[in-house]
Nanobody, 123 residues
Framework: QVQLVESGGGLVQPGGSLRLSCVAS????????MGWYRQAPGKQRELVATITGAGSTNYADAVKGRFTISRDNAKNTVYLQMNSLKPEDTAVYYC?????????????????WGQGTQVTVSS
């Protein structure tokens, strides 16, 4: 019923940039917090950044000053602009969102995950 579709991952050199996008689709009533997480091989999934519906942001210390999270509420889309990328940023990046949706005249709440997109930073 509700799906998060990601795009923008790829291979970049150290110091380069990437912009990730995540679009929510379905019978969506509202979206509260949206965020990005990442998971490197052999490591636990970790928070990268979050953004509220009103635009308040929070960043992990490791990406602060380099990454920027933003959203377009009209398009149900969240973005992650990644600059000055480092090899340690290499990971699978996942979109996450708290979504309220409607089905058969009823409302449901769901925390949703995207499929994940690979970001590789290497020379």
């Amino acid at each position: 019923q509700v799906q998060l579709v990601e795009s923008g991952g790829g291979l970049v050199q150290p110091g380069g940039s990437l912009r990730l996008s995540c679009v929510a689709s379905g019978s969506i009533s509202s979206i509260d917090v949206m965020g990005w997480y990442r998971q490197a091989p052999g490591k636990q999934r970790e928070l990268v950044a979050t953004i509220t519906g009103a635009g308040s942001t929070n960043y992990a210390d490791a990406v602060k000053g380099r990454f920027t999270i933003s959203r377009d509420n009209a398009k149900n889309t969240v973005y992650l602009q990644m600059n000055s990328l480092k090899p340690e940023d290499t990971a699978v990046y996942y979109c996450n969102a708290d979504i309220t949706y409607s089905r058969a005249s009823k409302y449901y709440f769901e925390n949703c995950w995207g499929q994940g997109t690979q970001v590789t930073v290497s020379s």
